[in-house]
């Protein structure tokens, strides 16, 4: 998974590096690229899931609004107390 933030201030920004480096996350700081320039990485990626999530449901494979508003009717059914 990849995460741009730009911070605001430098402050901000060492606070956030002491606070990834305090976990041990893996990071790339100082990555330089002009305002304009798209970050191709995460373009990428986000194309690919929405081309999965679109062959998902061209296949069939999702979950419609009606089916879930019976399920939940079906969970509200099932958690009644009995009543003698």
Request: aromatic residues 10%.
């Amino acid at each position: 998974m990849s995460v741009l933030i730009n911070t605001k201030n430098e402050q901000e920004e060492k606070v956030l590096l002491a606070f990834l480096d305090s976990l041990c996350y893996n990071y790339q700081a100082n990555v330089h690229k002009s305002a304009n320039e798209p970050n191709s990485a995460f373009i990428d990626e986000y194309n690919t899931k929405v081309e999965q999530a679109d062959a998902a449901i061209k296949a069939g494979s999702f979950v419609s609004h009606d089916d879930v508003e019976q399920l939940f009717k079906n969970r509200q059914l099932s958690r009644r107390p009995l009543t003698w």
